[in-house]
């Protein structure tokens, strides 16, 4: 028999990602057949899945803690935001429309019945599933036709386990609070609650969980201390890309408005010898980077004028003529050309607008999106390459004659001349470790060959072991319900 619990935040970023991936993974060393599952998602760091789709990074590496190849069902409904008002709306792995959020909010209701079709089907055959809600389920306000928190829950009739983050301050208002402004039947719902990110001597907030306790009604399921290793685990949300101290090469990367795909970044910021330095809006990108890394973008054509904004482009003009080295990939890729052309108002109105001018190539926007997982080869040392395209886009010129991998049998990316300038729309390529130490020998620079994912592997056994000491596993088991 199936059963599920669903793992709510009492606020945004309490770290409900991380710990249904820990949890999972504490329960497949159990022996358990585990599954994980988000109803809604917003993210623009997404992951292609084994049957094709798209979903959440964040659902992806709870797969690979359950052992599992990510698939669709895992995440029936993704929003991809493009603007401040309006987002992309993927519905079991395709494009289902763009919408404002207002429209969005009349019309998400309708998406209940494949979200619990797709529950239903990752389900089967499993022990357990654990489910990821957004946000909090204390913004009642959006609880009509809700299908993230507790419209979900309650449609599945699935036990909650709440969550609060000490780290902010305020965690027992957070929880009371949510108590106190839930309607009757959801607060029903929720059977136990945790609080996360505690720093220090847990001893000492004791007090605190027994008042929570005794104004909810809840169990107690644990504190969990910080856990300083999260950063070795990728990141799905754009708030937790952070720089990073790790050595002499230093690669930059400005943080655009709708940076997407970030992953790219995760593998080299684990990579010992390297520092990542993220640039915020209003600082110069510095005259002592190594590498500048132009990102993915979900707005290509926005972003672009978002970094010329920032005076970034004058910034990477003098790096290149100083010798620095460039990498664009995907949007960034189509930026570093020398015109995009969107004559269909795909990405907003029609446009056609300059690029940064450093590679010799030119992008069309097509309503068809490239949504594939890739095998390559780095043609410099013939070294694998795995990766996934996701991506709106042709891009053609002369610079793509000195393509830099073979993808799928075809020549993929561009350089410039001198190689100083590279781009491409394979995102995902410095998990391979020899190709990412070949890349930055490029650099001048020699790392420590170092296996990535072993290391990812290796810190989701360290999170399992972690919520194994610190929460009450066997109790949040016992919570969980039949389905």
């Known amino acids: 028999m199936t059963k599920a619990i669903m793992i709510q935040g009492a606020g945004s970023n309490v770290g409900k990602s991380m710990l249904v991936a820990g949890i999972a993974r504490a329960c497949v060393h159990r022996g358990l057949s585990v599954a994980p599952f988000k109803p809604q998602n917003m993210s623009n760091n997404a992951a292609v899945t084994a049957d094709g789709g798209e ?52 019309q998400k209701a309708k998406l209940l019945p494949p979200v619990l079709q797709s529950f239903a089907r990752i389900g089967t055959g499993r022990d357990l599933v654990i489910i990821e809600g957004a946000g909090s389920p204390a913004e009642v306000n959006l609880r009509a036709g809700d299908i993230a928190n507790m419209g979900f829950a309650s449609a599945a009739n699935v036990p909650v386990a709440l969550i609060g983050d000490i780290d902010r301050g305020g965690v027992i ?29 847990p001893t000492l907030f004791a007090d605190g969980m027994r008042i929570i306790a005794d104004h909810t009604g809840w169990a107690q399921l644990g504190i969990i201390p910080w856990f300083h290793d999260a950063w070795k685990l990728p990141a799905e949300d754009v708030m937790d890309i952070t720089s990073r101290k790790g050595g002499t090469t230093k690669i930059v990367v400005p943080r655009l408005n709708r940076i997407a795909n970030f992953d790219d970044l995760d593998p080299l910021s684990a990579t010992p010898g390297i520092s990542i330095d993220i640039i ?50 995907c949007g960034g890729y189509q930026m570093l050309g020398t015109t995009i052309m969107d004559d269909d108002g795909i990405e907003g109105p029609a446009s056609r607008v300059a690029g940064l001018g450093l590679l010799n190539v030119q992008t069309v926007m097509r309503p068809q999106k490239r949504l594939a997982r890739s095998s390559a080869t780095y043609l410099p040392t ?52 020899a190709f990412r130490a070949a890349f930055l020998s490029r650099l001048g620079v020699t790392v420590a060959r170092h296996n990535y994912n072993a290391g990812v592997e290796d810190t989701l056994d360290a999170l399992a072991q972690h919520l194994e000491t610190h929460m009450d596993i066997d109790q949040l088991l016992g919570l969980a319900g039949p389905v």
């Not at 009371?176 to 136990?192: F, N, S, Y």
């Not at 891009?395 to 020549?411: H, I, K, M, V």
């Not at 350089?415 to 781009?423: K, P, Q």
């Open 382 to 433: 013939g070294d694998a390459v795995s990766g996934y395209e996701i991506h709106i886009g042709d891009t053609t010129g002369p610079d793509c004659d000195r393509a830099w991998l073979s993808l799928d049998g075809r020549g993929e990316g561009a350089a410039s001349d001198d190689g100083r300038v590279l781009g491409c729309y394979l995102h995902g390529l410095f998990n391979a470790d």
């Open 280 to 329: 915020e809006a209003g600082r110069a990108l510095p005259g002592d980077a190594d590498l500048i890394i132009i990102p993915g973008s979900k707005s290509t054509i926005a972003d672009l004028a978002h970094f010329r904004a920032q005076g970034w482009d004058i910034d990477l003009a003098a790096h290149v003529r100083r010798g620095g080295h460039v990498l664009g990939i």
């Open 55 to 106: 979903i959440g990074r964040a659902q992806a590496l709870q797969a690979m803690a359950c052992g599992l190849e990510p698939l669709v069902d895992m995440n029936p409904v993704l929003l991809k935001p493009e603007s401040e008002i309006g987002a992309q709306v993927i519905v079991q792995g395709k494009h289902f429309a763009t919408m404002k959020a207002r429209d969005y909010g009349s």
């Open 173 to 201: 208002a957070q929880l009371v609070g949510t108590h106190a402004v839930l309607a009757l039947g959801d607060r029903a719902l929720i059977r136990g609650f945790a609080i996360n990110k505690f720093r220090g001597d």
